[in-house]
């Protein structure tokens, strides 16, 4: 058997898109019928589902160059691995989800990658649609460029291509709470419903957590892994929610925020930390990151910082 | 090309299918208008490190402007949730009023304005208590 190394044999995005249907249609019934916890509001589900539409049009607009770039590295590979072969699948699934894990990583704790991966935590709900609410922006930022030691290495570009597709399956039927928990052995295993929840939560105590695609072992190894406590539920969106529910500002808000911040830098030292330091770096350190709001969020806990304290201290911007 | 077309036109088909039966659903979260203790919850969560000294509900219940210290203290209501922000205290007092709403401009490129009600019951700027309108 032979599989064409460069285009893939099947798109398992596009395969799934019944699936997507069927569920969401499914989810937002048993919403209704009040056989499981599903909460959709009409604008925020327009929302997602407009920028995943927008996201396929904008895919169409930077494929192919990706493509274009991926090709190329893939005439310099170092070794040519066949895709017919067993062990090249069971390590590209491993490859790509470590990829994936710290591509994700990557999104959440440095600004420019965060202007573009942000959309998809807009949502002040968690469900099926919000696994839609996906970039427009993501060719633009770059993030590809993160696969392709795999495609120099010598996995074929349609392997690649598949096993991202899969990936991407997979996380689409973890955003919902109608799901609470998978047994032990598989919740200490699998990305779940109740590791993402965690993921989009904006509780500070949840923040910058559980970054996995496929597999939660990344997270686990690399210090990263927060269970989901039932004693705080996961409040959803992110630290600043948007002000409305217009798609153009759901994609490009950041990316505006972001030229207004360079427009008044005043060093390359802020134009770098603007840039590439974590979501809500400041110059003056008068705006939270994830960092400075779990640390206040500590010291709550520890109930260290009275409120009247801590209101001199509050700065007027906070991050994402 | 054509086919490529034909994909996005029945995408964009099953969107609107998919949010027809949203809307048919109604399973948004129930949002009450606001009363005190709501308000104060709902400031609680978003500025947990602010003590709120003054607070004014917007006429329908769908906001709330808080003064702690000089700041003030933003919510308002989107569809089922809440959008929260802060702005000197002294800018929100002079926020002009226009068809029914006061407008605060956030400074923010996520969320730009908030726009409130206020109705004769609950005007802007708040005419009492008096340290409300000390800046």
């Known amino acids: 058997m032979t599989l064409d190394p460069i285009k893939a044999a099947f798109d398992p995005v ?54 274009g770039v991926t090709l190329w590295v893939y005439q310099y590979r170092l070794f040519t691995i066949p895709m017919t072969a067993i062990w090249a699948w069971v390590a590209v699934f491993f490859l790509e989800d470590l990829t994936y894990y710290w591509f994700h990583r990557l999104s959440h704790e440095r600004r420019f990658w965060w202007a ?9 709900h968690y469900n099926l649609a919000t696994a839609l609410r996906q970039t427009w922006t993501g060719g633009i930022a770059g993030t590809w460029l ?19 597709g899969i990936s991407l399956v997979y996380q689409y039927w973890i955003h919902t709470e109608a799901i609470r928990r998978f047994p032990r052995w598989f919740e200490a295993v699998f990305n779940t419903p109740s590791h993402h929840r965690v993921h989009h939560a904006r509780n500070p105590r949840y923040l910058d957590a559980n970054y996995a695609g496929i597999l939660i072992i990344w997270d686990r190894m690399f210090g990263t892994w927060i269970p989901e ?3 705080e539920p996961c409040r959803y ?16 808000h950041e990316w505006i925020a972001i030229g207004k911040d360079l427009a008044g830098s005043r060093s390359i030292r802020e134009v770098f930390g603007y840039l590439f330091g974590p979501p809500g770096w400041s110059p003056d350190g008068s705006r939270d990151t994830s960092a400075t709001l779990k640390a206040k969020w500590r010291a709550r806990e520890a109930g260290a910082v009275s409120p009247a304290t801590a209101a001199e201290t509050v700065p007027l911007q906070a991050a994402e | 090309m054509t086919e490529t077309l034909i994909r996005l036109a029945v995408s964009a088909m099953l969107v609107a299918v998919m949010i027809g039966v949203a809307a048919w659903a109604r399973i948004a979260r129930p949002t009450a208008p ?14 947990p490190d602010m003590k709120p000294d003054y607070i ?11 003064r702690a210290g000089a700041e003030a203290l933003v919510i308002y ?21 226009h068809r029914g709403k006061v407008l605060l401009k956030l400074r923010d490129p996520a969320a730009p304005m908030a726009r409130l009600a206020v109705s004769g019951v609950t005007p802007w700027p708040p005419q009492s208590p008096a340290e409300a309108l000390a800046a």
């Open chain 1, 116 to 124: 573009s991966h942000v959309n998809h935590h807009t949502s002040q």
């Open chain 1, 229 to 231: 406590d039932d004693a």
């Open chain 1, 237 to 252: 969106g992110v630290v600043h929610n948007l002000g409305d529910f217009n798609i153009f500002r759901v994609a490009f």
């Open chain 2, 56 to 66: 004014w509900i917007a006429g329908d219940g769908a906001g709330v402007i808080a």
């Open chain 1, 14 to 67: 596009a395969l799934a898109v019944p699936i997507f249907v069927i569920t969401i249609i499914g989810e937002i019934l048993l919403g209704r019928f009040r056989k499981a916890k599903a909460v959709y509001e009409v604008r925020d589900t327009a929302t997602s589902l407009g920028m995943g539409l927008g996201s396929q049009i904008a895919g169409l607009l930077t494929g192919a160059a990706i493509f």
């Open chain 2, 77 to 97: 209501r989107l569809g089922d949730s809440w959008v929260a922000r802060s702005m000197p205290w002294r800018l929100a007092l002079l926020a002009p009023v």
């Open chain 2, 34 to 47: 606001l009363d005190e203790t709501a308000a104060r919850d709902l400031l609680a969560g978003e500025f």
């Open chain 1, 146 to 164: 993160l696969w392709l030691p795999l495609i120099l290495v010598g996995f074929p570009p349609a392997m690649v291509v598949i096993q991202k």
